[in-house]
């Protein structure tokens, strides 16, 4: 399996931006996503998940209510919607792949994911 991240970038404080990982080989309708991220000089962090099915979905409080994942497993692609970013939000963000999964079961730690994106760096200026 293959990640691709995409669309990051640099954008004010307040402002939005929508990342996209698209994943290649395997059945990506059957596969667990998440998002993690790391900011600069900080360890990685929890950022959101979403099950199988798409119907479970579970949010690192510092993101709660402001992004939204999402799944179109007809472009094998989860999308992150980031609103309302904060400076705090810059960091490189990682999607990840778990292929071996329960349909509604939710995985929020790093080791739980089997395979990574690159990475695509969002930058908040304040």
């Known amino acids: 399996v293959q990640l691709q991240a995409s669309g990051g970038g640099l954008v004010q404080a307040g402002g939005s931006l929508r990342l996209s990982c698209a994943a290649s080989g395997g059945t990506f309708s059957r596969y667990a996503m998440g998002w993690f991220r790391q900011a600069p000089g900080k360890e990685g962090e929890f950022v959101v998940a979403v099950s199988v099915s798409g119907g479970t979905t579970y949010y690192a409080d510092s993101v709660k209510g402001r992004f939204t994942v999402s799944r179109d497993n007809a472009k094998n692609t989860v999308y992150l919607q980031m609103n309302s970013l904060k400076p705090e939000d810059t960091a490189v963000y990682y999607c990840?792949?778990?292929?071996?999964?329960?349909?509604?079961?939710?995985?929020?730690?790093?080791?739980?994911?089997?395979?990574w994106g690159q990475g695509t760096l969002v930058t908040v200026s304040s």
């Open positions: 990840a792949v778990r292929t071996i999964a329960a349909i509604t079961t939710i995985y929020r730690e790093a080791y739980e994911y089997f395979y």
